[in-house]
C-alpha cells in the first residue's frame, strides 16, 4: 500500500471547520484513499473514503485532488468529541490481492478547543 | 451497522500466566478478522491474519506460540496471548469487514492487557 503523510498534530476552535490534509504521492491506480479516527483508549472508527471522485457523508468531506496524490478530510463543524487521532490509509479495494491488511501511520492528533 | 464486539475490555493478569480476548462479529460472517496491538502514544501494527478453518497468517517479528489465535467460527476469533510477560502489556484490537461493502473495517473496542 502506498504510504501516507500527515501533519502530527492540529488545532481546531470548535464550531469552525477542520481540515485535515494527507499526502499519498505514490498511490496507485486502484488504491482507495481511506479515513479513520482514533478516540482515546477505543477502536479506530470508519469516517469515509474515496477514490477519486468527492466524497461526503453525515460524518465528512473528503476531497481528493485531481492528480490524487493528495486529499483532505473536512468536518465542517467540529464539536469538541471530535478530538482525536485521524488515520489516512491508502489500500486497494475489495477484491484486490492486498485487500485486507490495514496499514497505519502515525495519523494526526486533532484537538477540538471550545 | 455492522459490529464487532470485543471482549474484555480490560485485563490484569500476572506474568507467566495466559490471557485470551474474544472477538465477534456480531451481525455478520467474518472469514477474516485482524489482531492489532498499540503501545502507549503508538500507531497501530497489525500482529496477524485470522482465517475461519485455517491457520492465522502472522506478521514479521510475532512470535506464533505465544500469540495463539483460534478461528474456530464465522463470528468468533480468539487470541491467546500465551504465559504473559510485562512487555505484553498493550492495547489489542480487532477487526473484520463486513461482506458485500467496500468502506472499510469495522473495529472493536479494543482489550488492555497489563500484566503485573
Known amino acids: 500500500d502506498a504510504k501516507t503523510t500527515q501533519p502530527p498534530s492540529m488545532d481546531c476552535a470548535e464550531g469552525r471547520a477542520a481540515n485535515l490534509p494527507c499526502n499519498h504521492s505514490?498511490?496507485?491506480?486502484?488504491?482507495?484513499v481511506y479515513w479513520y479516527r482514533q478516540i482515546h483508549s477505543q477502536g479506530p472508527q470508519y469516517i469515509i473514503h474515496?477514490?477519486?471522485n468527492n466524497e461526503t457523508n453525515e460524518m465528512a468531506s473528503l476531497i481528493i485532488t485531481e492528480d490524487r496524490k493528495s486529499s483532505t478530510l473536512i468536518l465542517p463543524h467540529a464539536t469538541l468529541r471530535d478530538t482525536a487521532v485521524y488515520y489516512c490509509?491508502?489500500?486497494?479495494?475489495?477484491?484486490?490481492?492486498?485487500?485486507?491488511?490495514?496499514?497505519f501511520g502515525q495519523g494526526t492528533i486533532l484537538t477540538v478547543h471550545p | 451497522g455492522a459490529v464487532v464486539s470485543q471482549h474484555p475490555s480490560w485485563v490484569i493478569c500476572k506474568s507467566g500466566t495466559s490471557v485470551k480476548i474474544e472477538c465477534r462479529s456480531l451481525?455478520?460472517?467474518?472469514?477474516?478478522m485482524f489482531w492489532y496491538r498499540q503501545f502507549p502514544k503508538q500507531s497501530l501494527m497489525l500482529m496477524a491474519t485470522?482465517?475461519?478453518?485455517?491457520?492465522?497468517?502472522?506478521e514479521q517479528g510475532v512470535e506464533k506460540d505465544k500469540f495463539l489465535i483460534n478461528h474456530a467460527s464465522l463470528t468468533l476469533s480468539t487470541l491467546t496471548v500465551t504465559s504473559a510477560h510485562p512487555e505484553d502489556s498493550s492495547f489489542y484490537i480487532c477487526?473484520?469487514?463486513?461482506?458485500?461493502?467496500?468502506?472499510?473495517?469495522?473495529f472493536g473496542s479494543g482489550t488492555r492487557l497489563t500484566v503485573v
Open positions: 490509509i491508502v489500500r486497494v479495494g475489495r477484491g484486490g490481492t492486498s485487500y485486507g491488511k490495514l496499514t
Open positions: 474515496g477514490l477519486k
Open positions: 451481525d455478520f460472517q467474518a472469514t477474516t
Open positions: 477487526s473484520a469487514s463486513p461482506p458485500g461493502t467496500n468502506y472499510g473495517y469495522t
Open positions: 505514490t498511490i496507485s491506480g486502484n488504491e482507495y
Open positions: 485470522s482465517n475461519e478453518g485455517s491457520k492465522a497468517t502472522y
